[in-house]
């Protein structure tokens, strides 16, 4: 199982962005999926996550900016970003707990995979 995401790139303060993370493998069900950020020099941190029946929660730095949402059939999860900042800059993570299938002589076999992690992309605010 994989994720990849996409939809960083550069902005000036006050834009928008929004990023899209697709999963991709044996899917059998996506618990948790979430956003992540590392900033240069800092630790990466929970942007937003958003549970499989649509619970959500934010960071309090992004709150009334960011919105998380996901759509469970194209097993994606977005994350919409208004007003942006300059510190809004890092790279952004696409975070999942993603149950596979695997199959075998007819028994499909269920395999949690626990923190999966995208590859990252980068967004970067201008002032």
């Known amino acids: 199982v994989q994720l990849v995401e996409s939809g960083g790139g550069l902005v000036q303060a006050g834009g928008s962005l929004r990023l899209s993370c697709v999963a991709s493998?044996?899917?059998?069900?996506?618990?948790?999926m979430g956003w992540y950020r590392q900033a240069p020099g800092k630790q990466r941190e929970l942007v937003a996550a958003i549970t499989s029946d649509g619970n959500t929660n934010y960071a309090d730095s992004v709150k009334g900016r960011f919105t998380v949402s996901r759509d469970n059939a194209k097993n994606t999860v977005y994350l919409q970003m208004n007003s942006l900042k300059p510190e809004d800059t890092a790279v952004y993570y696409c975070?999942?707990?993603?149950?596979?299938?695997?199959?075998?002589?007819?028994?499909?076999?269920?395999?949690?995979?626990?923190?999966?992690w995208g590859q990252g992309t980068l967004v970067t605010v201008s002032s």
């Open positions: 493998g044996s899917i059998f069900s996506i618990n948790a």
């Open positions: 975070n999942a707990d993603i149950v596979a299938a695997a199959q075998a002589m007819g028994v499909v076999t269920l395999i949690p995979y626990l923190e999966v």
